[in-house]
C-alpha cells in the first residue's frame, strides 16, 4: 500500500513539475517600460527639469477691509482688521532659478 502511494505521489509531483516548467503564463506580459516614455529619469542625474519662474513684484494700498495682492502666481491675503489704516504693500516673488539648476531645492 504504501508503495502505491508513493508511486502516486512521484507521478503527480512529476506531472506538476512537467506541466510548470515552460508554460507561457496565463495573462498577457506587459511590454518594459520604454526611455521615450520615462525621459531623463533612466539617466544618472535621474531628475525631472522644471521651467524657472520670473521674479514678480506687485505693489497695492491695503486698508482695514483687507484684500489679495497677486504676485504672478502667487497670492498674499491681508484678512479684514488686520491694518488700521490704509498701508502701501510691495510684494516680490523671486525668482527660482537658482533651484532649477541644480534639479534641487537649494537650503536657505
Known amino acids: 500500500m ?5 508511486r502516486r505521489a512521484a507521478l503527480v509531483i512529476t506531472a506538476a513539475a512537467l506541466l510548470g516548467c515552460g508554460e507561457p503564463p496565463l495573462g ?19 531628475l ?3 521651467t524657472p519662474m520670473p521674479t514678480a513684484t506687485a505693489t497695492q494700498t491695503v486698508g482695514s ?19 488700521d489704516a490704509p498701508v502701501t504693500i510691495t510684494a516680490t516673488a523671486p ?14
Do not use: F
Not at 498577457?28 to 535621474?46: C, E, H, K, W
Not at 525668482?95 to 536657505?108: E, I, T, V, Y
Open 65 to 83: 477691509a483687507g484684500g489679495v495682492i497677486k504676485i504672478g502666481p502667487h497670492a498674499l491675503s491681508i484678512p479684514a482688521g488686520a491694518l
Open 2 to 6: 504504501n508503495v502505491t502511494r508513493l
Open 95 to 108: 525668482s527660482d532659478k537658482a533651484s532649477c539648476s541644480s534639479g534641487l531645492p537649494r537650503s536657505r
Open 28 to 46: 498577457p506580459v506587459p511590454p518594459p517600460p520604454q526611455a521615450s516614455l520615462i525621459g531623463s529619469l533612466l539617466q544618472a542625474t535621474g
Open 48 to 50: 525631472l527639469g522644471c
